[in-house]
């Protein structure tokens, strides 16, 4: 599975972003997928995750209200809506494919098996 984001960009606090990853491969529908973020000098961090058919949902406390993660599993897409960005959402997103589906695992980054190369949001202030 290769997975390439896209979507990230400069935006001012409180506007909006929508990052999207493109998945190969025919199994996309079913793997979970989350998504991460690394701001420079901070370790990685959990932001959403989804599981494989959709119905299960789980966000980092700090984005919870604020950024809806979905997928299209029809067209090999998962999407992170991000509403009311703050400068403290400013870092690197990844997106990530687990192919166990081990839900209780979700928010571990070394759970996942595919990763993609990142995409930059900075939020100004």
Not at 81 to 100: G, H
Not at 106 to 114: H, N, T
Request: one cysteine or more.
């Amino acid at each position: 599975v290769q997975l390439v984001e896209s979507g990230g960009g400069l935006v001012q606090a409180g506007g909006s972003l929508r990052l999207s990853c493109a998945a190969s491969g025919r199994t996309f529908s079913s793997y979970g997928v989350a998504w991460f973020r690394q701001a420079p000098g901070k370790e990685r961090e959990f932001v959403a995750a989804i599981s494989w058919g959709g119905g299960s949902t789980d966000y980092a406390d700090s984005v919870k209200g604020r950024f809806t993660a979905s997928r299209d599993n029809s067209k090999n897409l998962a999407y992170l809506q991000m509403n009311s960005l703050k400068p403290e959402d400013t870092a690197v997103y990844y997106c990530a494919v687990e192919k166990s589906n081990r839900w209780w695992l979700r928010r571990r980054s070394d759970e996942y098996d595919y990763w993609g190369q990142g995409t930059q949001v900075t939020v100004s202030s």
